[in-house]
Each structure stands twice: as structure tokens, then as C-alpha cells.
């Protein structure tokens, strides 16, 4: 029976999510490792400033504790308690590291919101979901928006803690496990906190954004083959049209990584994403991504959630038959 044990780490962890969704705000551990971040950044910008040195040593100081301390909840579960225990201590922290249910619910909130007509609604919960500024955008706008930040997370907050929880029991078994995909989660999170390119984080957050970016290479890359077979049993979707489109505009992005998703979601739906956008009043004149139409409707952005899910599902069983055969 135990041989079977790392095989379920992953699918326990998916259907952990699904059942579950993420833990309140005040308990999660993101959420509370996002306050952690914010102590280091304030105590070594007292010591050394907004220097690439201090923000590579706050990231290091931040990163290392959560992730001792998950690898140490699992081996002192494989040292004090039977054997199933570490894996299922495996599989509760990739669980709190991957959170698909979440962003589908927040992309339903705003298709509701569009389906329902209700422009000032759409526009204030698609904020919720993306950093560009949403006051100016008609429906359509929110639709791609939301469509975009779907796929785009799906490669952060999804794909890339499957594969990093995939290596990381493939190198050091239950502990290696939920030791990577922590690792990932915390230089993702720092990334949203820190990657900001101006005055305040341009040179402090550097090396998280750096380390992020590495740490998504491979995962988005994987994406786009992953979308594209993922495609094949959903009505209205074009495998083939998200291969091309995600290798032509691959690089269509500001982020090495984030176009792969992008492009592959673009060519599925048939649909032309990305284009100009404002953060803040200033703006961010990003190519387009795709050759279809820009009008997306909320069919569309249904068709994303579920692509979404089946993009999760088919990653799932392609890294835990990796697990059996390796």
C-alpha cells in the first residue's frame, strides 16, 4: 500500500482544493507569510535601503523559515506517525500552495457581474484579479481582463506548484515535496509584493522577481501543450489554434513566462488579449496576443474557467504518472 502513497499526494491535493477552497484570509498561510514579507522588508530597508542586497536578503529571510518549517512538519510526521502521514502532510501544504477554486470564483464574480449587464460591478470585481487600472474599460475590456488573468495564473498559482511538488518528491519524498512547492508559492507571493517597477522596489525586488521568473520557466513553457491537449474535449475550443498562437506570440509580453498561457488561452477562444493598458494612470503599451476578435463575451470567459480546470486536471495526471514511473 505504501508504494501507492506518492502517486495521491497530488490528486489529494487538487481535491482538497475543489472541496475545500482556500482557508480564511486571517489563517491562511500566504496570507500570514505575506505579513512575515513585510517585516523583512521594512527591517532591511532600515539596514541597508531599497538596495538589490537588502531586498535579496529580506526574499532569503523571508523564504527559508516557511519552508524549513513545512519540510520539518513532514519529517517529524514520517518520524512520529505512520507512514500515510507524511504524504498526507504533503499533500495538505501543495493544497495550500495551489488554489484553482479560488480563481475560478473570481472570474465567475465577474462573469455574473457581465452576464447580469452591470458595468460598475464587472469593473469592480475584475480589480480583484488584475493590477491594471479597470475604471476606463467597457465589458469586453473586463472579459479579456479577466480571461488574462485566468491563464496567467494558471501557469502561477497552479501549473508551477505541480511541477515544482513533482520534482521536489521525485529529489526527497514527502518532505522534498512540500519544500518545493512552498518554495515556489513564497518567491511567487514576494514577486506580487516586491516586483514592482518603480522607485520603491525596482532594485529591492529584483532578485524575488528574478527567482520567480525561474521558477515559472519550465512550468510555462509545459503550459502551452498542456492547454492545447486540454482543448480537445471541451466544445468550441481549438487545440491546434492555441499551439500555434502560443508559439507565434510566446514572447509577447513584458514577463518571459506569462505570454505561453496567454497566447495558448488566445488561440483557443479565438480571441486577440493583451494590447495597452494603465497602471495607476501611467501607461503600459504591451503588444496584443492573438488574431481574433476583441469583443470577448462571457461565454468566453466561461469557456477560460473551464479550460482552467481541465488544464489542472490534465497536469495533475501527466506529473503523477511521472510520480509512478519514476
Known amino acids: 500500500m505504501d508504494e501507492y502513497l506518492p502517486i495521491l499526494v497530488l490528486p489529494a491535493a487538487l481535491l482538497l482544493d475543489l472541496a475545500l477552497g482556500e482557508p480564511p484570509a486571517c489563517c491562511h498561510p500566504v496570507c500570514l507569510f505575506g505579513r512575515w514579507a513585510r517585516l523583512m522588508e521594512r527591517t532591511w530597508k532600515r539596514l541597508l535601503g531599497k538596495t ?30 505512520p507512514s500515510w502521514a507524511a504524504w498526507c ?26 452576464r447580469s449587464g452591470n458595468l460598475p460591478l464587472a469593473r469592480q470585481q475584475v480589480s480583484k484579479i488584475v493590477g491594471r487600472d479597470t475604471q476606463t474599460l467597457d465589458m469586453h475590456g473586463i472579459l479579456r481582463a479577466a480571461i488574462e488573468s485566468v491563464s496567467e495564473n494558471l501557469t502561477d498559482g497552479i501549473l508551477s506548484t505541480l511541477f515544482w511538488a ?22 511567487n507571493t514576494l514577486d506580487a509584493l516586491w516586483g514592482k517597477k518603480n522607485d520603491e522596489y525596482r532594485r529591492f525586488g529584483t532578485f524575488a522577481a528574478r527567482t520567480d521568473d525561474a521558477l515559472n520557466y519550465l512550468p510555462a513553457r ?12 471541451i466544445p468550441g475550443m ?8 502560443g508559439w507565434k506570440y510566446r514572447s509577447a509580453h513584458a514577463s518571459p513566462n506569462s505570454a505561453w498561457s496567454e497566447a495558448a488561452f488566445a488561440g483557443a477562444l479565438g480571441l486577440k488579449l493583451g494590447g495597452p493598458v494603465a497602471y495607476k494612470g501611467i501607461p503600459a503599451p504591451y503588444p496584443y496576443i492573438g488574431e481574433g476578435r476583441m469583443d ?7 469557456r477560460s474557467i473551464i479550460l482552467m480546470y481541465a488544464a489542472t486536471c490534465t497536469a495533475t495526471a501527466l506529473f503523477t504518472t511521472c510520480m509512478a514511473f519514476f
Open 52 to 81: 538589490f542586497l537588502a531586498g535579496s536578503l529580506a526574499a532569503l529571510c523571508a523564504v527559508v523559515p516557511p519552508v524549513c518549517l513545512g519540510a520539518g512538519i513532514v519529517l517529524l510526521a514520517a518520524a512520529f506517525l
Open 89 to 114: 502532510a504533503a499533500a495538505l501544504a501543495v493544497y495550500l500552495c495551489m488554489a484553482p477554486r479560488s480563481l475560478a470564483h473570481h472570474a465567475r464574480m465577474v462573469l455574473v457581474a457581465a
Open 166 to 187: 513533482t520534482a521536489g518528491l521525485l529529489l526527497g519524498g514527502p518532505s522534498g515535496c512540500a519544500a518545493a512547492a512552498i518554495l515556489h508559492r513564497c518567491f
Open 222 to 233: 509545459l503550459s502551452l501543450p498542456l492547454i492545447a491537449l486540454s482543448c480537445l474535449p
Open 238 to 245: 481549438h487545440s491546434l489554434s492555441a499551439l500555434s498562437s
Open 296 to 302: 470577448a463575451r462571457p461565454g468566453d470567459l466561461s
